[in-house]
């Protein structure tokens, strides 16, 4: 088949035309005091993303370009404000450095028999926040592959969020398989309804929705499972969960700063998102502290301490929720879009005194 | 032997931290933020970089402005989370940084900025924060009056 | 905390009676007692507590086909009228593996960050020739990552949950390929040099355009491009030039090795499960193996290859070269090793001698 280059000879005569269509030659970085990070590399045209990208042949940003090279990616994303957050290199690096093993990690011994009723809880929430994970494992895969490496800062914070996620829904099941329970019953609150974060057309959409609204409140609730913590190995889980959660959130917040700072003409868009997303924070079932669903029933039992003790751990409960949408106001803000508490658009300080009264 | 509160105690903790690998894995790793550390009227600043902790200096409590957090509580909740770490080699249930913030009306983190985006940090370097101060179980302790 | 007391004190006047308390709603407890099985203890072995420990009972049957098109995790008890998100991977055939769980906790133990891992202190100006040759070769290695990481992240949120294994150790590669795209970045921008010129890209779009199913890009992802990227990687260990590149080299070798462990481990149970799935990868090889050969006849990576492992321009073409044949024959017989394993016939006539002309034995 075909004509063949002839290799076999011992001594082969040497194009290296190539050497002189490299991209920006003489670049030189050295290891800072945290090692060679990718803030370390942000150097000459290496370190300048396009605001758009016409790569679409997968070429490294900063690489000599061929102009027969095959168009791989049918990328959507190609505009910087869509995707780009400021500090992506660190919290790239930051996932990196502080991923940890739901395998050995845990001190899984120091889990004891609980009483039936505390543990069938911690089974029931269990069961939804592996089921939630999943929702945060599989939209930001879906928006990686149609991101330009252009922009393949935040895309490593999103593959690192993938990786997270996954560790997340283990060390859930993990926790319902490892103290004579099981799993339970799914919620189903995490598939296409209508205005969920599978439907996101839009990256910033999606963003808005699963990284400020959704991680936001499942941050303050992996904040709880550790307050409520039965043993150790729980504590750990928790606080190791909200950990990585944080990383999530963070990243939502610095998107929503650079799009709004960058793109203008699209802040009332997004303040449509964050109506929706408001609506939702209460109402919808993917929020265990939200209104009375199964996990939050759960949840009071887990903080009262019994299901004897439920009206005490739902006045806790309601602590949660107060928490939970004093936070995500302080983030929007930080994202650059306070205003809305204080023209009247939003509900949420409303909802506030009404989980306080 | 050292003081709490005391730079020559944040000192000793923070020796027992940066040279301890095993805090450096296991959901810990580099860490970079200025947290304070408010006792009573006292105030600490200790300063992470990378995998240690860089910086320990007692500062007035205007110069808490700059922190991207700060943990308060007075000086016998303090004590008693000291005590806690040093009788169970590390923190029980009851006294990990994110119960105490929980459970007690006041909270224990805090800002001067309000800025939730940087108040996160406290959540982020969660588990940095509770490794140092369970690596104070590694040194004796005595207490202010 | 005042409330919190005196809702205490009622409920403790009134044990067994939540939601008596005014504004507190009557909590109806109907999810408890509900669980397909009940009295699960898993405990963790001298490993820890690993996924794979987890498939006891009914939460290890795995079955050949998951009709379930939501989140349900897998021995959960199902909500009926749940819109389904729309998984298309349901076959087990279509993506299993039996070693993904335990490929999953390795990859978690394995990790490696190269910001703080690679001692970059070891790397010395090279001559311009050399140092040009192997930024040239990280461009690449970072264009294969990106097609690891766009082919992974593309198919695996169609990926059902009944097979959460696979998902989950799919997380592990494609930020696996996160990892090589950061470290030979890196490593090109860090030493004088920079990023060489982009791959032709035909082996990228060949994987990307896997459209018969993710059988399909495991072929051409892990089998085909892994083998090659693997065999590569072995040759630049051995003739790196310092402690950083040898580390980098050995380290992405593991990670690669894993997905190809896992590769090679689903073909096998593709063909075992899936009636003619042997007479389709043959089909796929003898189109990819066209493919690849047109991308071998590039020049520049062969070159840049050839510089390395010779020390520089001068000897390329000699000593250089006759390394990069060894690493191609190397190559070529890995490669026809695992289609032997695998069960699916090679004609070498068939071949394109780009390839074959690397075979030595029949």
Not at chain 1, 123 to 134: N, P
Not at chain 1, 239 to 246: F, P, T
Not at chain 1, 308 to 326: H, T, V, W
Not at chain 2, 107 to 129: A, I, K, P
């Amino acid at each position: 088949m075909g004509e063949a280059i002839d290799l076999a000879t011992a001594e082969i005569e040497l194009d290296l035309s190539w050497m002189g269509k490299q991209g920006e030659w003489g670049t030189k970085v050295s290891p800072s005091k945290h090692g060679l990070t990718l803030a370390d590399i942000q150097v000459g045209d290496y370190g300048n993303p396009p605001e758009f990208s016409d790569n679409m042949t997968g070429r490294p940003r900063g690489a000599g370009a061929r102009n027969d090279s095959y168009r791989i990616g049918g990328y959507s994303i190609r505009t910087r404000s869509e995707i780009w957050l400021e500090n992506a290199s660190f919290l790239y690096e930051e996932a990196l450095q502080r991923q940890w093993s739901s395998a050995t990690d845990v001190p899984w011994h120091t889990i004891e028999p609980l009483p039936d009723d505390i543990e069938e809880a911690q089974c029931q929430l269990a069961t939804f926040l592996t089921e939630v994970e999943f929702v945060a494992g599989d939209v930001p895969a879906r928006w990686i592959s149609e991101t330009t490496p252009d922009y393949f800062e935040p895309r490593n914070v999103l593959l690192a969020q993938v990786m997270d996620e996954s560790r997340h829904m283990d060390v859930f099941r993990k926790r319902a398989l490892a103290n004579g329970g099981g799993l339970m019953q799914a919620t189903g609150g995490t598939a296409g309804v209508v205005g969920s974060i599978d439907l996101a057309r839009d990256f910033t959409e999606m963003s808005t929705r699963l990284h400020i609204s959704g991680e936001g409140a499942v941050l303050t609730i992996f904040r709880m499972g550790e307050l409520m913590a039965y043993n150790d190995a729980e504590k750990t889980i928790y606080r190791l969960c909200a950990q990585d959660e944080a990383r999530h959130v963070a990243f939502g917040v610095m998107h929503m700063r650079y799009m709004s700072e960058e793109a203008p003409e699209r802040r009332e868009e997004i303040e449509s998102y964050l109506d929706e997303a408001e609506r939702q924070i209460l109402a919808g079932s993917q929020n265990p502290a939200g209104n009375q669903t199964a996990s939050s029933e759960a949840l009071a039992v887990l903080l009262g301490g019994g299901k004897d003790k439920y009206d005490e751990g739902f006045n806790k409960l309601m602590a949660i929720r107060k928490r939970q949408l004093q936070e995500y106001m302080k983030r929007v803000r930080s994202a650059g879009f306070g205003e809305r508490f204080e023209n009247g658009r939003s509900r949420v300080q409303g909802m506030i005194e009404a989980s306080a009264a | 032997m050292a003081e709490f509160p005391s730079v020559a105690w944040f000192e000793a903790v923070a020796g027992v931290f940066n040279s301890d690998e095993s805090y450096r894995g296991a959901g810990g790793g580099q860490c970079h933020c200025q947290a304070g550390i408010k006792v009573g009227k006292r105030v600490f600043l200790l300063v992470f970089e990378g995998f240690e902790c860089a910086e320990v200096r007692e500062v007035d409590v205007s110069e808490l402005e700059p922190v991207d957090f700060y943990l308060e509580m007075p000086l016998k909740d303090w004590k008693a989370m000291v005590q806690d770490i040093a009788a169970n080699g590390a923190a029980s249930l009851h006294y990990t940084l994110n119960t105490l913030d929980l459970n007690r009306e006041a909270g224990l983190s805090h800002s001067v900025h309000g800025d939730q985006y940087r108040e996160d940090l406290f959540f982020r370097y969660n588990q940095t924060f509770q490794f140092f101060f369970d690596a104070s179980a590694r040194i004796k302790t005595t207490f202010a009056r | 905390m005042a409330k919190a007391k005196a809702s205490q004190a009622a409920a403790d006047s009134k044990q067994g009676q939540p939601g008596a308390i005014e504004g507190i709603p009557q909590p109806k407890f109907d999810w408890a007692g509900r669980s397909n099985q009940w009295g699960t203890r898993v405990k963790p072995g001298k490993h820890g507590l690993r996924l794979g420990d987890l498939n006891v009972g009914i939460y290890g049957e795995i079955p050949e086909y998951w009709p379930d098109q939501t989140r349900n995790p897998r021995g959960a008890i199902a909500r009926k009228g749940v819109p389904p998100v729309g998984y298309s991977i349901r076959d087990k055939a279509g993506l299993w593996a039996d070693s993904a769980a335990d490929l999953y906790e390795e990859a978690i133990q394995r990790r490696w960050a190269p910001a703080t891992d690679v001692p970059w202190e070891t790397i010395k100006p090279l001559n311009e020739g050399l140092e040009r040759a192997i930024c040239q070769v990280c461009t690449e290695l970072c264009q294969y990552a990106n097609g690891d990481i766009e082919a992974i992240s593309s198919w695996q949120h169609q990926m059902s949950y009944g097979y959460h294994e696979v998902k989950q150790f799919l997380a592990t590669a494609s930020f696996d390929g996160a990892r090589q795209y950061e470290a030979f970045r890196k490593r090109a921008l860090c030493n004088g040099g920079g990023l060489g010129l982009e791959g032709p890209g035909k082996v990228n779009r060949m994987i990307l355009e896997s459209r018969g199913g993710w059988s399909e890009a495991v072929t051409y992802l892990f089998l085909l491009r892994g083998t090659f990227t693997m065999t590569m990687l072995r040759y630049l260990e051995r003739a790196a030039y310092n402690d950083a590149e040898r580390f980098l080299y050995r380290h992405t070798l593991q990670d690669k090795a894993r997905h190809l462990t896992y590769g090679l481990e689903h073909l096998q149970y593709a063909i075992a499960h899936q009636e003619d799935m042997a007479l389709i990868m043959q089909q796929l090889m003898f189109i990819g193996d066209r493919i690849f050969a047109r991308e071998m006849r590039d020049n520049v990576l062969r070159e840049a290859l050839a510089v390395i492992f010779a020390g520089g321009i001068e000897k390329a073409g000699s000593e250089g070269m006759a390394v990069y044949r060894e690493m191609m024959t190397d190559f070529m017989e890995t490669y026809l090793g695992h289609c032997s394993w695998l069960g699916v016939k090679r004609n070498l006539e068939m071949m394109p001698q780009v390839l074959t002309q690397y075979v030595t034995r029949a």
